[in-house]
């Protein structure tokens, strides 16, 4: 284990901090009582599109089961893991907490499947728009969508929450987006909390993704046993209490499994950093990655996100939603596209060169629920009279 500071508060030299921070993209005088990266956490849980996050889907539709995870719950899994792994390395824990809460926040309806919707309506709508990336929509969300500031739009948040934010973005779009955008145009890394923040993100859905999985009877402790990273903390767990089984045992299971991965992510960062000499914000950002898994545990991961993604995110189960979900934002879409009348005034444009991306941010603002009554509104004859 790592033998870096585990106070909070004390910074390693290489964590990012207020006096290193780049600042705002709109000139505010600095909170006086928390720390600017404590202000944008608050903005962040304070914005319209984190209270969506309750009401869209993570894997599991939003309203198949109380239990399974939402943005939300993932958001604040990603968050508490987050925050672990920066306190163990002297990283900042506000801006780590941040990033996590912010992560999800331009995800559309219904998952991945959304995204996938939106993306291919954009290219035909408009082919030149940009498309549709749901890191790009986060940050958008954050610099433009919300509508909470009497100055300016968006949260105006630090620059390295917003470059953190980004975590992927396409060339072409990265040159619109002025100095968020540059590292991807010159080949150099976000800040290590940014780099936690996207691993934990990992650690939190493959881990949940099991639970949740499991819980709906979609994938069998059977199947999950012969991948060796879930298949030796079960048998761990088995000869530790051999009574136990159920969900108890799944959960055990799982919270080892979380321990385990973020001690490894711990102890492989920390030997990164020592190795590369990294000792400053700025050195992080022209070293290579420095957040990861050691190669081993790294290859486990990926053999348990290999039987996920074949076993459960393509289940037929699965699949059914998948292209449900995208029919019904594809024709949403097509409908207001077809005649921008039917949209609120707000996302009504003149230029109709504009329109599609004002579409667009419309429909990934969605909740599930909201989408699925709005396909209702405009095509559902239910609620005519019968004749
Ligand atoms: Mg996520």
Same mark, same amino acid.
């Given at each position: 284990?790592?033998?870096?500071?585990? *106070?909070?508060?004390?910074?390693?030299?290489?964590?990012?901090?207020?006096?290193?921070?780049?600042?705002?993209?709109?000139?505010?005088?600095?909170?006086?009582?928390?720390?600017?990266?404590?202000?944008?956490?608050?903005?962040?849980?304070?914005?319209?599109?984190?209270?969506?996050?309750?009401?869209?889907?993570?894997?599991?539709?939003?309203?198949?089961?109380?239990?399974?995870?939402? !943005?939300? $719950?993932?958001?604040?899994?990603?968050? #508490?893991?987050?925050?672990?792994?920066?306190?163990?390395?002297?990283?900042?824990?506000?801006?780590?907490?941040?990033?996590?809460?912010?992560?999800?926040?331009?995800?559309?309806?219904?998952?991945?499947?959304?995204?996938?919707?939106?993306? /291919?309506?954009?290219?035909?709508?408009?082919? #030149?728009?940009?498309?549709?990336?749901?890191?790009?929509?986060?940050?958008?969300?954050? $610099?433009?969508?919300?509508?909470?500031?009497?100055?300016?739009?968006?949260?105006?948040?630090?620059?390295? $929450?917003?470059?953190?934010?980004?975590?992927?973005?396409?060339?072409?779009?990265?040159?619109?987006?002025?100095?968020?955008?540059? !590292?991807?145009?010159?080949?150099?890394?976000?800040?290590?909390?940014?780099?936690? $923040?996207?691993?934990?993100?990992?650690?939190?859905?493959?881990?949940?993704?099991?639970?949740?999985?499991?819980?709906?009877?979609?994938? +069998?402790?059977?199947?999950?046993?012969?991948?060796?990273?879930?298949?030796?903390?079960?048998?761990?767990? !088995?000869?530790?209490?051999?009574?136990?089984?159920?969900?108890?045992?799944?959960?055990?299971?799982?919270?080892?499994?979380?321990?385990?991965?973020?001690?490894?992510?711990?102890?492989?960062? /920390?030997?990164?950093?020592?190795?590369?000499?990294?000792?400053?914000? +700025?050195?992080?950002?022209?070293?290579?990655?420095? /957040?990861?898994?050691?190669?081993?545990?790294?290859?486990?991961?990926? #053999?348990?996100? *290999?039987?996920?993604?074949?076993?459960?995110?393509?289940?037929?189960?699965?699949?059914?939603?998948?292209?449900?979900?995208?029919?019904?934002?594809?024709?949403?879409?097509?409908?207001?596209?077809?005649?921008?009348?039917?949209?609120?005034? /707000?996302? #009504?444009?003149? +230029?109709?060169?504009?329109?599609?991306?004002?579409?667009? +941010?419309?429909?990934?603002?969605?909740?599930?629920?909201?989408?699925?009554?709005?396909?209702?509104?405009?095509?559902?004859?239910?609620?005519?009279?019968?004749?």
């Amino acid at each position: 284990m790592s033998r870096l500071p585990r *106070h909070p508060g004390a910074l390693a030299p290489y964590a990012c901090s207020d006096a290193t921070s780049r600042g705002r993209e709109h000139d505010e005088p600095p909170p006086t009582d928390r720390t600017a990266y404590q202000r944008d956490r608050d903005r962040i849980i304070h914005s319209t599109a984190f209270r969506r996050l309750e009401y869209k889907t993570q894997v599991f539709l939003n309203h198949e089961g109380d239990l399974f995870r939402t !943005r939300l $719950t993932h958001s604040l899994e990603v968050a #508490q893991i987050a925050r672990s792994i920066a306190r163990s390395l002297g990283l900042n824990e506000d801006l780590t907490e941040a990033l996590a809460l912010a992560h999800d926040l331009g995800h559309t309806p219904f998952g991945h499947a959304g995204q996938d919707a939106l993306g /291919a309506c954009m290219r035909r709508h408009a082919p #030149q728009g940009g498309g549709f990336e749901h890191n790009l929509q986060s940050l958008r969300v954050v $610099t433009t969508l919300e509508e909470r500031y009497a100055a300016f739009n968006g949260l105006n948040l630090t620059f390295e $929450t917003r470059e953190g934010i980004l975590k992927h973005c396409s060339r072409r779009n990265a040159q619109r987006l002025g100095d968020v955008g540059q !590292r991807f145009l010159t080949g150099g890394q976000p800040s290590l909390e940014a780099q936690v $923040t996207n691993l934990a993100d990992a650690i939190a859905y493959n881990n949940h993704d099991i639970d949740d999985g499991l819980r709906a009877g979609l994938i +069998d402790l059977d199947e999950l046993q012969t991948v060796p990273f879930f298949g030796g903390h079960l048998d761990a767990v !088995r000869r530790a209490y051999p009574v136990v089984q159920g969900r108890r045992l799944v959960a055990e299971t799982i919270r080892r499994m979380i321990s385990a991965l973020i001690s490894d992510l711990v102890a492989e960062t /920390a030997r990164r950093i020592a190795q590369h000499g990294v000792d400053c914000p +700025d050195a992080v950002r022209a070293a290579p990655p420095l /957040a990861a898994f050691s190669a081993p545990v790294q290859q486990q991961l990926q #053999q348990l996100q *290999h039987l996920l993604l074949h076993r459960l995110y393509r289940h037929p189960d699965v699949l059914r939603n998948t292209t449900k979900a995208q029919r019904l934002l594809t024709e949403l879409f097509d409908a207001y596209a077809a005649d921008p009348r039917l949209l609120p005034r /707000a996302y #009504q444009r003149d +230029d109709a060169a504009r329109q599609p991306r004002a579409i667009a +941010d419309y429909l990934a603002g969605m909740t599930d629920r909201y989408a699925i009554r709005e396909h209702q509104r405009l095509f559902s004859m239910r609620d005519w009279p019968a004749y």
